[in-house]
């Protein structure tokens, strides 16, 4: 980054290695790393990673036991330890349950396990006591006279079955939707998509991994023509260069961010390189931080490639055996200089050349992909470039070469890979006939049954849907819509609409609960089993530990509940769902998988409580499970074998097979171009800044589970908004002002902080919902809310068809000043770095 292009200066924060400040060594550990640590008593609130475990390049990671218990306790104290995993973030933590007179006192990591040996984070240490809160759902509410009263199960699954029977009845399978997430468990997933696409017989399913990982199932289905993470974690022992494309890794992979500390704290550490408009903790300890306009990633990455092709940095036997399309990209990127991407992106064109040269030297490259690429207009078409650059060096299959198109959710994985969002189960094509037949013959149905006219249905289309009229009933389960979709106005009057049977399945009275018909109270983590992927397709299983409070259940029996009331048939007439628990589920799902690139076949729950994470595919030619895909070439981009022909960069629309047959005959990766394309809003007199949108190291979503954990509600009690000190002061305004935040769509009131970040843009955390608020689940009437998405826009990447969220016009103005003597910001940690509060004064 070029000085004088930003102000403020930079506050103590533990771990810096750039900046000189390594962070605390582990006890046991010497700097060149090795021994075994057991943390106690952790706090992860004012240290979010960590103290560090240095290790040099193809060293194994030292484990450190992280633990946290309730006030008073000691692990002497503790009657059971469950085996689970992490269910705030898609790392995959793996860690025992802590359990006294059945109850929920705790959690500790697990040192053997592959993904964190035994390190967990701070949303991991604390959150499990959410489970705990006293607002918990304990029974089914059903609306009558416009109120939500309690009621019992037969009821309230009996309007469910009626309102369905009905609506397919007058209207058909059209009329009824399904809107789930990432964060249930395979199991449940499954059951979802078998019964809605196969019982209900409807396309409309999917996933609020439409917000969060389309775009890189998506990317990867264009590059390997088939979903499938191709890295590792363990890639980051043996990367030398490790590039983070707009992804805040610190604080949202707090574990894999302490990883990737402990390498540059360790010898020969690897260079770092980040693309991020703020300057987070990474943009800190990158050495080099290129911070582009919001929006603009595929100009950078086009001239990166550029220099890189220019500089004859590319392995051509690599490129030759196993990609087509590389002439294309040569010719695409041929005018895409660093000094045109200087002008578009607003950095400096020499860091682009010199970020080029890191990229093009690198030996064992690893990359990570999210969403500040995922969340824009040109989503896919980006996040494509950062595919073609591992190809075109042949960074991929080996050691240290990793590319992840990361995941956000826990379980973002297994909604894609069971069928339970856009795609068919088992990565099955959707356009090939022979794989719809093969998932008939697995769920014993004709062929017909399992719609297939068109693409399946994607989550923002539903919700038109609904506004429109033909989708009659949304069933939600796992997601908070009325706080986490775009242009939350439009939603709240999608969802109040009385012709919409909404059916919400959840935890907790949500602002979205509040418009339901129907609320199901269901059961989470640590409460029933199954099993879980994190992004490097590590499945763990996540065992029950307590009972759910009052009557609530796990959603794999609601859902079997369901299915057995609506008395759905396969062909011979026998029950189309015929598993009961959730290992028959997942045996079941076994099947469904076998030969496919996701294949489950050598794991079973016995397996897993003994390894811990195993990486799929695993089968019983590799009973370990598979560390990196397309080791030996490109696995399953054969015209007969993939997910997907393809679609248009620009307008989405699918290939035809015949198509992709004479582009690929021989099934290997696909390079892609992309022509850079400007934001859809650009900033103008009346909205002169950029608004992005994004997390924070404490919470996680809407908080439904993190805001009621008394420690990290604590951390970051109330919305804030950050400008840069420059930019503040261009607008008149100072640290701790109360401002608006406004685009065409809403506005938000929130704190200002002053934070070392791009001038013309601004950023507001997303997590701020409502429930918690005096006014109770929605922004006052007619005035400014706190939820950031109140402010974007309904608009998505035409290929993925993710939202964007990282990109609106806005103009910020003053409501209230600082009142003398409050603290600077009224408000809670931040991802950039903060020039007001110092992070050390913060509780
Ligand atoms: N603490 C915490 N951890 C989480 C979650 C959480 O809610 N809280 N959620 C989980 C989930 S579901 C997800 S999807 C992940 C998300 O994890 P991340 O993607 O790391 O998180 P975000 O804050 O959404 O966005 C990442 C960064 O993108 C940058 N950005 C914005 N616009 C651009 C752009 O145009 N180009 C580039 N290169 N960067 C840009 C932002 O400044 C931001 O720092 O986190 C997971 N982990
Ligand atoms: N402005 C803006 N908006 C964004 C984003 C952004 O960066 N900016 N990011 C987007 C992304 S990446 C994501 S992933 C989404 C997340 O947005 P949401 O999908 O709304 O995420 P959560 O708030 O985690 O909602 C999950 C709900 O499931 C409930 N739940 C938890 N466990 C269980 C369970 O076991 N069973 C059931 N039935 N329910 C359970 C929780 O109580 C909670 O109400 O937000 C998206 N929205
Ligand atoms: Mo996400």
Redesign the pocket.
């Known amino acids: 980054m070029l000085a004088g292009r930003r102000t403020g200066q930079s506050p103590g924060f533990v771990c810096d290695a750039r900046d000189g400040r390594i962070g605390v060594l582990a006890e046991g550990c010497g700097p060149t790393g090795g021994g075994d640590v057991v943390v106690k008593g952790t706090d992860r609130i004012q240290d979010p990673w960590g103290a560090r475990t240095p290790y040099g390049p193809g060293a194994p990671w030292p484990t450190r036991t992280d633990t946290h218990l309730a006030s008073g306790l000691t692990e002497d104290d503790v009657d059971r330890w469950v085996p689970s995993a992490s269910?705030l973030h898609s790392n995959g933590d793996a860690m025992d349950i802590a359990v006294r007179d059945g109850r929920i006192v705790g959690v500790r990591g697990r040192a053997g396990d592959r993904v964190n040996r035994g390190r967990l984070g701070p949303k991991d240490l604390y959150g499990w006591q959410a489970n705990h809160s006293p607002d918990r759902l304990t029974r089914p509410l059903v609306r009558e006279g416009g109120r939500l009263v309690e009621t019992d199960w037969d009821t309230a699954l009996d309007r469910i079955v009626t309102r369905s029977r009905e609506l397919l009845e007058e209207q058909g399978p059209g009329a009824v939707g399904f809107y789930t997430?990432?964060?249930?468990?395979l199991e449940?997933y499954y059951t979802l998509a078998v019964l809605a696409r196969a019982g209900i017989g409807t396309n409309h399913l999917d996933g609020?991994?439409r917000?969060?990982?389309a775009t890189a199932a998506e990317a990867l289905k264009q590059t390997f023509a088939c979903d499938g993470q191709p890295g590792s974690y363990e890639d980051v022992d043996h990367a030398d260069t490790i590039a983070l494309f707009g992804h805040n890794m610190a604080e949202t992979q707090t574990v894999l961010w302490a990883r990737v500390l402990d390498r540059l704290a360790g010898p020969a550490p690897p260079t770092l390189l980040c693309v991020d408009p703020r300057r987070t903790h990474v943009a800190r300890q990158a050495h080099l931080h290129l911070d582009p306009r919001p929006g603009t990633n595929v100009a950078l990455l086009n001239a990166l490639l550029h220099e890189v092709i220019r500089t004859d940095r590319i392995d051509r036997a690599y490129i030759g055996r196993h990609t087509v399309g590389f002439e294309e990209l040569a010719a695409a990127v041929e005018q895409c200089t660093p000094k045109w991407a200087a002008e578009i992106c607003d950095v400096p064109a020499a860091d682009i050349e010199h970020a080029a040269e890191m990229l093009g030297s690198a030996k064992r490259l690893m990359s990570t992909v999210l969403?500040g690429v995922?969340?824009s207009h040109q989503a896919t078409a980006a996040a494509v470039q950062v595919n073609n650059l591992h190809l075109v060096r042949g960074m991929l299959g080996r050691p240290g070469c990793g590319l992840l198109q990361m995941n956000?959710?826990p379980s973002?994985e297994n909604t894609r890979e069971c069928g339970a969002d856009g795609d068919l189960p088992g990565f099955r094509n959707w356009q090939n006939d022979t794989h719809v037949a093969d998932l008939a013959r697995i769920w014993n149905v004709a062929p017909e049954r399992i719609p297939h006219y068109a693409p399946p249905t994607h989550a923002m289309q539903i919700f038109r849907n609904a506004e429109q009229g033909s989708l009659r009933m949304l069933w939600i389960?796992?997601?908070?819509?009325a706080?986490?979709?775009?242009e939350l106005s439009r939603i709240r009057a999608i969802l109040a609409q009385e012709r919409l049977f909404v059916v919400v399945?959840?935890?907790?009275p949500?602002e979205?609960a509040q418009w339901a018909d129907v609320v199901?109270p269901?059961?989470?983590?640590g409460e029933?089993t199954g099993t879980v992927t994190n992004a490097d397709r590590t499945v763990h299983l996540s065992e029950k530990a307590v009972d759910p409070p009052g009557e609530a259940r796990?959603?794999l029996d609601?859902f079997l509940a369901y299915a057995a009331r609506m008395d759905f048939r396969d062909k011979d007439g026998g029950p189309l769902i015929t598993w009961h628990d959730p290992e028959s589920a997942f045996a079941a799902w076994q099947r469904c998988s076998a030969g496919r690139p996701c294949d489950y076949t050598g794991l079973s729950y016995d397996r897993l409580r003994e390894a811990g994470g195993v990486q799929w595919p695993c089968t019983a030619g590799a009973p370990d499970g598979t560390a990196r895909l397309y080791t030996d070439g490109i696995t399953f981009a054969a015209p007969d074998t993939c997910e997907s022909y393809g679609k248009d960069l620009v307008t989405g629309a699918a290939v035809e097979p015949v198509e992709y047959r004479s582009l690929n005959p021989d099934g290997k990766a696909v390079i892609k171009a992309a022509e850079y394309l400007p934001p859809h809003e650009e900033a103008s007199a009346e909205y002169p800044l950029q608004l992005i949108?994004?997390?924070t190291v404490h919470h996680?979503?809407?908080?439904?589970?993190t805001g009621r954990v008394p420690e990290l509600n604590a951390a970051a009690p109330d919305v804030w908004a950050e400008l840069s000190p420059s930019e503040a002061s261009r607008q008149g305004l100072s640290d701790g002002d109360l401002v608006q935040i406004t685009t065409p769509r809403g506005a938000v009131r929130a704190r200002l902080r002053t934070t070392v970040m791009r001038d013309g843009t601004v950023f507001?955390p997303?997590h701020y919902g409502y429930w918690d608020t005096p006014e109770g689940h929605r922004p006052p009437d007619g005035g400014a809310g706190r939820a950031?998405?109140e402010t974007?826009v309904t608009d998505w990447d035409p290929v993925s068809r993710q939202?964007l969220?990282?990109t609106a016009a806005a103009r910020v103005t003053l409501v209230a000043r600082r009142s003398p003597g409050t603290g600077a910001t009224g408000s809670g940690t931040t991802g950039a770095e903060a020039t007001g509060t110092p992070e050390g004064s913060r509780t």
């Not at 389960?477 to 819509?481: K, V």
Request: aromatic fraction near 12%; glycine fraction near 6%; include cysteine.
């Open positions: 269910l997430t990432g964060q249930l468990f449940e609020n991994t917000l969060c990982t969403q995922y969340q956000g959710q973002a389960t796992g997601s908070n819509p706080v986490s979709l775009p399945q959840d935890l907790f949500t979205t199901l269901a059961a989470t983590w029933k796990a959603d609601i949108t994004g997390r996680f979503h809407t908080r439904t589970k507001l997303f950031a998405n974007t939202p969220f990282k």
